[in-house]
């Protein structure tokens, strides 16, 4: 994938300085830490807020904001900076969500789309598919169930019907940066998914001094976007700088910049403009190809109910476990925000906000601890402190009120999972973190929690907030910080 903006582009992360009980300052510059040296002698619990200290206070790090809280699992408090304060968490908040998604859900626990039908094969009078805000449904699921009705003998639909009233309006977080909104990131959480509601935009060089040619993984869905192509094909080797911009509230989207001619296809996720609509049109192409044809199809944004109609079908999801890992191993924004508002009607809350904040508040995690603004965190306006996070690791781990077991599971894993697969290879922290990372333009988070043989599970939260370093130069000092805490020992 490659998103338009940089904190999303980063496939791998550079080593991490093993630091011993004495670190000295080095220069950006000077900073191509090696992660192999396993064997470095451990530091004294004592001597850990020294040695952080000396990371945090490196000149390029003056001007970014730190937050931490450093906890033993009984409760000891091995260092802590700022973490009272409230900082912009990121995706950190999928910690928050998840918590209150099992503290309702069991994580074995399925959801279903019902298909309701009246009058009889071979010709239905309806069929109608009532969207319960499922984000698994692929294009495989209406494939299956055009398979299904083939086989029940039904060849004619008069009016095919899907339903898009479960969830109520805004599809889309209104607090949200216009600029995101084009992006699969940050696509409609409606009551009709469909393939995630994104879109594979492909783009490919041509001769020299030529446009680009682009092409779309799906044609129903890509066909929903004006595209204003501006690319152009370069000379070889010239440095990577194509761009794809958004016209606010326009399904438009502008190809800029120069693709080199031996540059290989440039892949792009896009968001589906219209997501009920292409439910719509997918599932009725897919009852084509079945053999069924449909006289009238229609989206409806209602609820409503016909006697005549009986439940013929339905499509159940995978369990909730594997929807949550997806949300914390692979930072999925829309199931976050389909299964917080899942939760929301269940609970009959007026928002997610309260389904969270009502589901939190039974784990002994007081509304007045944060600030959401959605469940993903994909928005600035949401402010959580480090030490309301580890409280969350501290409850979700003892906590007889929530799928315990579950919860830990569905988080990456150091160099082995998740957006933690490519982080703290070759290093003790490797298969002994489990946690959840969240990014931002100026934002770096990383909360969870650390085995170290010998010493304690250690929960961390740390948070960089309002740094002028890339995406990458926050991972790098962060996970020094989780390498240095990993060589903890007791020497009281």
Not at 183 to 210: D, G, K, R
Not at 354 to 371: D, P, Q, R, T
């Amino acid at each position: 994938m490659k998103p338009i903006f940089v904190w999303f582009r980063f496939c791998a992360l550079v080593g991490v300085l093993l630091v011993s009980q004495t670190l000295n300052a080095k220069t950006v510059a000077q900073e191509n830490y090696s992660v192999s040296q396993s064997d470095r002698s451990k530091i004294c619990s004592q001597d850990l807020p020294k040695a952080i200290k000396e990371i945090i206070n490196r000149p390029h790090l003056a001007r970014s904001r730190w937050g931490m809280e450093i906890q033993t699992e009984t409760g000891e408090v091995l260092y802590s900076l700022n973490s009272h304060q409230l900082f912009t968490p990121a995706s950190s908040v999928k910690l928050l969500t998840t918590a209150a998604i099992l503290s309702f859900f069991d994580g074995r626990d399925r959801l279903t789309t019902p298909i309701l039908a009246s009058g009889n094969a071979p010709n239905l009078t309806s069929l109608r598919l009532k969207g319960k805000g499922d984000p698994t449904i692929t294009t495989q699921s209406l494939e299956q169930i055009a398979n299904r009705l083939q086989a029940l003998g039904v060849k004619k639909i008069e009016q095919l019907i899907v339903e898009d009233s479960y969830f109520d309006a805004p599809a889309i977080n209104p607090t949200w940066e216009w600029l995101d909104v084009h992006n699969y990131f940050a696509t409609a959480a409606n009551s009709l998914i469909l393939n995630q509601n994104a879109v594979t935009l492909t783009i490919l060089p041509q001769e020299i001094n030529q446009p680009v040619k682009f092409y779309w993984s799906d044609r129903l869905a890509g066909r929903q976007w004006q595209i204003i192509n501006r690319g152009m094909t370069g000379e070889k080797d010239i440095p990577y700088n194509i761009e794809i911009d958004g016209d606010l509230g326009k399904p438009l989207l502008a190809i800029r910049g120069e693709l080199a001619v031996n540059e290989p296809p440039d892949i792009w996720d896009m968001a589906v403009v219209d997501p009920a609509n292409y439910f719509l049109e997918q599932w009725r192409w897919q009852l084509a190809r079945a053999g069924i044809e449909v006289t009238r199809g229609i989206v409806i944004n209602e609820a409503e109910s016909q006697e005549l109609e009986e439940e013929l079908l339905t499509i159940s999801s995978p369990a909730i476990a594997r929807m949550v890992e997806e949300i914390n191993q692979k930072s999925n924004n829309l199931y976050a925000e389909a299964l917080a508002k899942i939760l929301a009607k269940r609970l009959e809350a007026e928002d997610v906000i309260e389904a969270i904040n009502l589901s939190l508040n039974k784990l002994g995690i007081g509304e007045n601890e944060y600030i959401l603004a959605d469940a993903s965190g994909l928005s600035r306006q949401n402010l959580v402190s480090p030490h309301t996070l580890v409280k969350v690791l501290d409850i979700a781990s003892k906590s007889p009120k929530l799928d315990r077991e579950t919860y830990r599971k569905s988080l990456a894993v150091a160099g082995n999972s998740g957006t933690l697969k490519n982080r703290f290879k070759d290093t003790p922290v490797q298969n002994n973190f489990w946690g959840k990372t969240g990014t931002l333009t100026g934002v770096g988070t990383l909360s969870g929690y650390l085995f170290v043989p010998d010493f304690s599970t250690i929960k961390i939260s740390i948070m960089v907030n309002n740094s002028d370093l890339s995406s990458k130069q926050i991972r790098q000092s962060i996970d020094e910080i989780v390498v240095v805490l990993s060589h903890t020992k007791n020497c009281r």
